[in-house]
């Protein structure tokens, strides 16, 4: 069964470690650049410094003294989201005339970064509650839907590594199920500490720039960052200003384990199945198809089995060497770079590949590719055993 409303894109905003805005990622990575190094902007006493993709930038916004205090996570959703709103032709004023939803998928968002607060409550001390109250403050949907004073529907989506795939998804079912006229969809996710160090405690970051689907692959890089698509109905915008179309969604849980995929892939392909029943493509329509690609060893070697199962002979790529692994952004960020892909027709080399895995049946490309047709896949594999694709087609391309 296929979508019975078409879902426009019509704006995307981008930040991440490859750039300050989507001209500035997609410049970072057909140029095949990237820029990892050790955190800045925390410290641990880990041995070893595992290279992250953190803003290279500053980023400055239009906010007040009081709205300042909202954290990190929030203000690259909102940056994301003001470039994408931009995009679209919409400002503040225009936005009033419409129901506007804002769904926006995230993981640790800010919580994470409270832990000084603990620290000095534990150490019997009687901290300030600025920390809290900052942390209260920043739901990242909540901060956009505040700070554009927007009445529609709000959601933060949870939903581990495929937040902000699920939250574009689940914006598209809103506006199909007419309960708002726009949505403000995507995620985003700063760095922090702790997530630095679960993920050290985990083994599988790698201590040096990570390799998706290399034989040699250890481990993920850590990034932060966040991406925004503008949705609308499809029927109702004009032509002029759609730049791409929400063709499918599919979601399936593998409930095998709660880090590690599911060895016979059975919950991703149920993802892809439905995102193309629900999209109307079949898998030789596909032109690409942007990989989750963490370059951890299970998720690679699954992930490619999978796709050489469903999509055999279909390009594909992963996107986290540029970015490194932004968690509950990641899909988001990848869906904005599959429509601005599709757009291009062309997609860069995924980077930090040089050796086949024999246990991946599939290779990424290894330079920038021309790709024939308008319509691409972009999914990402969660812990959890969560599962989300995305099918996107881009308008005119």
Not at 11 to 24: H, I, K, P, Q, Y
Not at 294 to 307: F, K, M, S, W, Y
């Amino acid at each position: 069964m296929t979508c019975p409303v078409p879902i426009a894109v019509t704006g995307l905003g981008c930040l991440s470690g490859a750039g300050m805005n989507l001209d500035e990622n997609l410049a970072t990575l057909f140029a095949g650049q990237r820029y990892p190094g050790p955190p800045i902007r925390f410290s641990t006493d880990h041995p070893v410094a595992y290279p992250v993709l953190e803003l290279r930038e500053e980023f400055k916004l239009p906010l007040d003294e009081e709205q300042l205090i909202y954290a990190r996570t929030g203000q690259l959703a909102l940056a994301a989201a003001l470039e994408a709103l931009t995009d679209a032709g919409y400002d503040e004023v225009s936005l009033r005339s419409k129901r506007v939803g804002v769904c926006i998928g995230t993981t640790v968002g800010c919580a994470l970064n409270c832990d000084d607060f603990y620290r000095d409550y534990k150490d019997g001390n009687s901290p300030g509650m600025s920390i809290i109250e900052r942390y209260l403050r920043s739901n990242p949907a909540a901060v956009i839907a505040r700070q554009l004073k927007l009445n529609g529907p709000v959601q933060t989506v949870v939903n581990a590594c495929s937040s902000g795939t699920d939250a574009i998804g689940l914006g598209a079912f809103w506006l199909r199920a007419g309960v708002c006229d726009l949505v403000i969809s995507g995620g985003a996710d700063e760095l922090s500490r702790v997530t630095y160090a679960g993920f050290s405690s985990l083994m599988i970051t790698d201590s040096s720039p990570c390799r998706p689907f290399d034989v040699n692959r250890k481990g993920l890089n850590l990034g932060e960052g966040a991406g925004i698509m503008i949705l609308e109905r499809g029927d109702t915008v004009e032509k002029k200003r759609i730049r791409g179309r929400v063709l499918g969604y599919g979601s399936a849980c593998d409930a095998h384990h709660l880090t590690a995929p599911r060895p016979d892939g059975a919950g991703l392909q149920a993802a892809l199945a439905e995102a193309l029943q629900t999209a109307g493509v079949s898998p030789q329509q596909i032109s690409f198809v942007n990989a989750h690609g963490t370059g951890t060893p299970d998720n690679d070697r699954i992930e490619g089995q999978v796709l050489q199962k469903v999509l055999p002979g279909v390009p594909f790529l992963s996107t986290k060497g540029y970015t490194g692994h932004t968690l509950g952004a990641a899909g988001a960020i990848e869906a904005v770079y599959t429509l601005a892909c599709l757009e291009r027709g062309e997609i860069p080399a995924s980077i930090g590949f040089v050796e086949p895995d024999p246990a991946i049946p599939v290779a990424p490309v290894t330079a920038n590719t021309s790709i024939a047709g308008t319509v691409a896949l972009s999914q990402s594999l969660a812990f959890g055993g969560n599962n989300a694709v995305l099918i996107l087609s881009a308008e005119g391309a």
